[in-house]
Nanobody
């Protein structure tokens, strides 16, 4: 049974940082690309960041480039996103996703498994 469990969300002031974690189980984590997506109220789900199964390459949305860092620990079956210099427009539910393919993708349809999401709220 595949499980993706996000944690680390919360309420922060603009300019501060948060680190989200996603604990994975039920599939071969080290050969699966992982991604983070987010969905703000009234908007479509959008890509945030992705990382290869090996961790050797990362992809970022332009809106978060330079502020967010995705990483993974294959020994712990966990993927992270460090979010710095948060802005009110980063407010959204953040979802972790797994792809049964080692290469990352910016397209949500390329991902096979999804977590339940964790709320991030950035106040101005």
């Amino acid at each position: 049974q595949v499980q993706l469990v996000e944690s680390g969300g919360g309420l922060v002031q603009a300019g501060n940082s948060l680190r989200l974690s996603c604990a994975a189980s039920g599939f071969t984590f080290s050969t699966s690309a992982m991604g983070w997506f987010r969905q703000a109220p009234g908007k479509e789900r959008e890509f945030v960041a992705a990382i290869r199964g090996s961790g050797s390459r990362t992809i970022y949305a332009d809106s978060v480039k330079g502020r967010f860092t995705i990483s993974r620990d294959n020994a712990k079956n966990t993927v992270y996103v460090q979010m710095n210099s948060l802005k009110p427009e980063d407010t959204a539910v953040y979802y972790c996703a797994a792809r049964t393919n080692p290469f990352g993708s910016i397209y949500s349809n390329d991902y096979n498994y999804w977590g339940q999401g964790t709320q991030v709220t950035v106040s101005s």
